[in-house]
């Protein structure tokens, strides 16, 4: 698929087949990836729980609708926003349908004292892994949502799972199920780069070059 992957890799939801197992062998091959990214200090402080059991996934699921619920009261979406909030809003009804739930965990708690390289090393570090494990998903035909709204309610599912709070922290949940077919397009509503870039300094344009 080459750099298609990049472009056409999105957050799926209603696109996501809900009636067809996901191999375990297919997700470990996918977790694997993800192991391949970059950390601080090659530090791979990623730890990751599959839930596939249905009554735990019902459990998860519905803290996640009450995170998406007071996400939702919590905002004045723009019009442009609409479709992206409907769709949200079909995961959040359908997630414990999906067939897989991974919970992605970074080792630690976030710094205590928020300083800007803390935080950019913590998150930072697990981050890329959870992109990694979305392309390798998308190679062989399964989707996912990179998901955060369960994590108001990220102590209630840990204790759901078994999750060391202490010493761990929820990042991410994807949901991942085979794709129903559909258009493989690119992501749309992205700003091009060019207007987002400064050369030798922010904002500053290139000229004198041709781009
Ligand atoms: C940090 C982060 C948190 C997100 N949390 C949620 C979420 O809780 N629920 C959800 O449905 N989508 C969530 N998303 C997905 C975004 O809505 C989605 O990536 C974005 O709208 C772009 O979608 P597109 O690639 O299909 O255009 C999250 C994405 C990121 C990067």
């Known amino acids: 698929m080459g750099l298609d992957l990049l472009t056409t890799t999105r957050a799926f939801r209603r696109r996501l087949d809900l009636t067809r197992p996901v191999d375990p062998a297919d997700l470990l091959a996918c977790l694997d990836i993800a192991t391949h990214a970059p950390s601080g200090t090659n530090r791979q402080p990623w730890r990751f729980v599959v839930v596939r059991d249905p009554d735990l996934k019902r459990q998860v699921a519905d803290y996640y609708r009450k995170g998406f619920a007071a996400y939702l009261s919590a905002r004045t979406p723009r019009p442009d926003q609409l479709a992206d909030l409907a769709s949200g809003r079909y995961l959040a009804e359908h997630l414990h349908e999906v067939p897989a739930l991974v919970v992605v965990c970074a080792l630690g708690r976030p710094p205590a004292e928020p300083s800007v390289p803390g935080a950019a090393s913590f998150y930072g570090s697990v981050y890329p892994a959870v992109w990694n494990f979305m392309l390798a998903l998308r190679e062989r035909g399964l989707g996912t949502t990179l998901t955060t709204a369960h994590l108001r309610y990220e102590h209630e599912v840990a204790e759901v799972l ?30 091009p780069a060019a207007e987002l870039t400064g050369w030798d300094g922010w904002n500053r344009p290139l000229t004198g070059e041709r781009t």
Do not use: F, K, N, S
Not at 166 to 177: D, K, M
């Open 162 to 191: 078994g999750i060391p709070d202490t010493e761990a922290t929820q990042v991410a949940l994807l949901p991942v199920a085979h794709l129903l077919p559909g258009p493989d397009t690119p992501a749309p509503r992205r700003t």
